[in-house]
């Protein structure tokens, strides 16, 4: 990303927004590499993500040029912070963890992890490994309050753009998942929205389903009815017990998190309301 | 499957089970080509599909011997219909049809198609086509029993082994259903159990999904709670308006219907309960 | 695609492309809906497909305004034939011809298919099914020159955009394939470049590959070397014999094809050198 | 795995194998689980894995009893090692050895790995977090037959069941392939028979492939012509330019190696001269 400009623009679409805006850019020398735009017709809204080669001298000053030819109200992002930070908040299940510390250490995230947190301890030794520092946070023997507010002074102790719930198996309260609004991001062992809520692979095992599958996605207040980054699936047939059925879904699980985790380090996610728009090219 | 017998057997779970069926079979003069079994050991049930060489000189001897080494009530069939008989009930939709019927008329599907049924007659010119009869049986201006009655005695004067829901977009009774118990294969466009019932792309379109599906499955009382036969996904991303993805669903309906029945035509798929056991090699 | 100009662009590289060119777009009453590029870096060129709403007055004016912003040579085109016209050339298998003419049938080809050549003349009854002339030109007894020069003619007299080969069995000569440059599309029934010439499906099981696959692609001089626009593939295990590995095969034939035909159909695919660019949406 | 019975057979083929296999099997108390079988008509040749519950008092008596109902020469294992061990070659890149060391320490490898050898050492710090030894045998400024000579020796101290070539750059002789015949598996990064030898990645960027794949083989004599374990496919478009490529590739390359050693781990692949059979469930 050396000697490279990202432009993110969402406003009310009009007309001529695609001229005005690589006008400014030409204007400040940046030449255009890609720009994938999406107009969501039933909502008058336009986004757009430019990337450029060529650096900026001034943000005030390109952003004055954007803001010019745009509708009033546009959110215009220049270059957003290129390396994000993480926390994640694991429980027992390491496939996820183990993906993003090993992608981590080999500098492929994309992100920086700062933290794990978990309420259990089983983690710990494989977390330190990669000399990052491990809170056990139990949930037993105190109030769901309680708990929660302990999580969040940690996270906000490392300030992360974004929280990864990477098989974190406890249910957020209302109040916490405000607190981290649009930054926390869960995987779901399910292809949401089949199988919302608690055994997942129980349940698809009963209904004797011949795909599973995996959904990444932001937390909003209803249970796994946030906006969805990623899914994936696999075929399964009848031989497929519970466990095997398990197993089968960690390897999903595990790709469409890191991909859901890619992609937003990358900002090529973009909250529509309660849809993404993700410009994966 | 010429000189090829098919043996097809459910019952109690048992211990020397293969060792009974093979010696039995062995002293019929048959070799087996493929077996394939499966316990189900929730319900301590076993299934067996055992594909021999060889053509048996009495089905009622082999049958006995058979029946000597498996448990009471076991359920055995030795060379089902080999080409079994379908009547295929459609509404406006071509996409399914035209599948079936391509294949039927190049001897592809492994079943009969003896006629097709459409509330509408938007596909009685392409039905004729292929010199097969097409009855269009209207449900406008009569009550829902009345439509129904028709239908069903439609189907009777043909006597097919199946009957195939190709996009037919009325909701059955019960009463149509379990007159034809086990018989009637539905094509749903959704990728259950997500978006059951009405307008499964619009809820898909309106949740974001990332992915979308088809799922092929035997008609029960419960709206789309029978057993699922196959299902299949596709990859959908934001830019997918509502047309678009329907546009993709049909692609994958498509594929799924005909593999669901050319799957039971070889008398690969076997009920069991609310699933089935797919053989599918 | 009432109410939309496409424009297409190709040219050398240079910095103020997207800028030039969308100011000229806003100056004639378009508003981009979609634009997709791609900067070949290696060569430094610059490709654009952008999708406008409205309809223009003066093709001749926009193209004079479009053309003053672009470096010398660019080629431009815009709304390239929107129905594009086809012959198909077929030998005795029907499965891509199927799926073709049924497409065709029920209007969701976006193509128009003219007329069907037949070495054999297996499939000419199921062409005039659909109202469609078949022409039977035989390989037999003749030379190759004579026999490609009948079927040179009889596709000049349709004045096709586009020539298939829907598994046309005979090698074309070099004469044939200049005649056509860049308007012969072929399916090569394996994954090329693997498995070049003839019965891939027998080197493959030879092989004991675990994948196959289907490649749709312009035809040059080179057989099976021209540029790619399709490929898919499928798991075969090692229970495939040939048959099977056949008939699995026709199924990504036939899928690889149509949509090989759908993507040249709506002006997506554009040649650079011996690659393709395929902007999907 | 515990008390459970596996048995694998490869005979010539012959009437009354199953059923003398199983009586055998049911006379030594055991219950099959699951059998899957395999002819290979070509060769007059019968595979069978038996997999079943309960355990056997005397492997000596049942290898006995199977023997008398098999031809002449049958191959018969009665519960192969079932934790076998593994020797890792690596030479820079992290991606396979990190997927098969994070699986190892969390014990979902089925498989035991000793130790990793690397021409570089590069992977020595990764590794040593794992508690395994890395011995680093350097090529440069040494006879290939020296290099190799070490590093045979260095194996050998191991006495492993398998070596993994998790990426091992350096092309090994028939020397060496010898010595670890039918004992060496690697994964090569593309698709074969497509793109053999070096820079597949490269070959398929200039060739303008619209899919690449990986390969997981065991190693003979000739490079990259051994029998095939696993392959995988992902899409890719024009705008991949090499590296993005290369990337794309490093996940499926991992993936398909991953899933060939737990197939070999759980002795599910069998070779059948230059192809393997493999029971994958």
Same mark, same amino acid.
């Given at each position: ?45 336009? &986004? $757009? ?5 060529? !650096? *900026? ?5 390109? /952003? ?24 994640v908040?694991v429980?027992k299940e390491h496939h996820c963890l183990a993906d993003i510390l090993t992608?981590?250490y ?10 794990v947190?978990g309420?259990?301890d089983t983690l710990k030794e494989f977390t330190e490994k990669f000399d990052l520092?491990f ?31 990477a ?8 109040? &916490? $998942? ?5 930054? !926390? *991001? ?5 292809? /949401? ?89």
């Open positions: 990303m050396q000697n490279q400009t990202l432009i993110l623009v969402q406003c009310k679409d009009a007309v001529g927004l695609v001229s005005g805006l690589s006008n400014s850019i030409a204007k400040h020398q940046l030449n255009i590499i890609t720009m994938r735009e999406y107009v969501d017709e039933e909502n008058n809204k336009f &986004f $757009v993500r430019i990337l450029c080669s060529g !650096l *900026i001298t001034s943000t005030e000053a390109l /952003l004055e040029d954007l803001c010019r030819v745009l509708p009033q109200n546009a959110k215009v992002q220049i270059n957003p912070t290129n390396r994000k930070k993480l926390v908040l429980t992608r981590h080999f500098n492929t995230l994309q992100g920086e992890v700062q933290a947190i309420n259990y520092p809170h056990h946070i139990s949930h037993e023997n105190r109030s769901k309050n309680d708990f929660e507010q302990e999580i969040i002074n940690t996270i906000n102790s490392y300030s992360p753009d974004y929280i990864i719930l098989k974190f198996m406890r249910i957020l309260s209302p109040n &916490f $998942v405000q607190h981290f609004e649009h930054r !926390l *991001i869960n995987i779901h062992h399910s292809f /949401l929205p089949a199988f919302i809520g608690a055994n997942p692979y129980k349940q698809a095992h009963d209904r004797g389903v011949k795909i599973i599958g995996a959904t990444a996605h932001f937390v909003t207040d209803d249970l796994d009815e946030g906006p969805i980054i990623v899914q994936n699936t696999k075929s399964v047939d009848h031989s497929y017990d519970l466990s095997r059925m398990k197993t089968a879904g960690k390897e999903i699980e595990k790709a469409v998190l890191t991909r859901a985790i890619q992609l937003v380090m990358e900002d090529r996610v973009i909250l529509n309301g309660n849809k993404t728009i993700v410009f994966k090219s």
